[in-house]
T-cell receptor, first 113, second 111 residues
């Protein structure tokens, strides 16, 4: 069945540091891939997505590239801000009857000024 | 504003009491979901409804029931609340292979 492995947190960075949060998955076929962000006290919000191999999703300075060969979708940002402090979740969404509803465990990011 | 609306936002129950969490979406999404989120446990799926008229169990359905009232509304019922059901509950919806839209959550405490 589908599964996702997400980088364990918490991650603490200084402002303007480079961010990588790893996400690898197993899924039937070629899933669509999503990153969500959850700010304190709020629900999850869609951050970015990619639907096929080599697609790059981007939003708010964050990027992630769909790597079929390594079944990965790592989240990156070149220069984090204090306002990026949140929990980040990866989700693979596969098709058909084998589709399962799977989130990563979430990675807590804290950015210090 | 378009999105997913959950009520109530906060609730305190005594053990054994019942309650229904309400969820409505106005995006014409086919599928709706209930998740719970506990510290250090990520999101766990309780029940989902792939389309109007269908419901299915998720990872942690025990102690809960759901009703897909129509395409817009999907409620979650706790028949006899237990302290282990203290959590933050999120309703979400999606259609096709688009991302989820989440509600803002219901913070439930069972004492």
């Amino acid at each position: 069945g589908d599964s996702v492995t997400q980088m364990e947190g918490p991650v603490t960075l200084s402002e303007e540091a480079f961010l990588t949060i790893n996400c690898t998955y197993t899924a039937t076929g070629y899933p669509s891939l999503f990153w969500y962000v959850q700010y304190p006290g709020e629900g999850l919000q869609l951050l970015l997505k990619a639907t096929k191999a080599d697609d790059k999703g981007s939003n708010k300075g964050f990027e992630a590239t769909y790597r079929k060969e390594t079944t990965s979708f790592h989240l990156e940002k070149g220069s984090v801000q204090v306002s990026d402090s949140a929990v980040y979740f990866c989700e693979p969404l596969s098709s058909g009857s084998a589709r399962q509803l799977t989130f990563g465990s979430g990675t807590q990011l804290t950015v210090l000024p | 504003n378009a999105g997913v609306t959950q009520t109530p936002k906060f609730q305190v129950l005594k053990t054994g009491q019942s309650m229904t969490l309400q969820c409505a979406q106005d995006m014409n999404h086919n599928s709706m979901y209930w998740y719970r989120q506990d510290p250090g446990m990520g999101l766990r799926l309780i029940y989902y409804s792939a389309s109007e008229g269908t419901t299915d169990k998720g990872e942690v359905p025990n102690g809960y029931n759901v009703s897909r009232l129509n395409k817009r509304e999907f409620s979650l019922r706790l028949e006899s609340a237990a302290p282990s059901q203290t959590s933050v509950y999120f309703c979400a919806s999606r259609t096709g292979y688009y991302g989820y839209t989440f509600g803002s959550g219901t913070r439930l405490t069972v004492v």
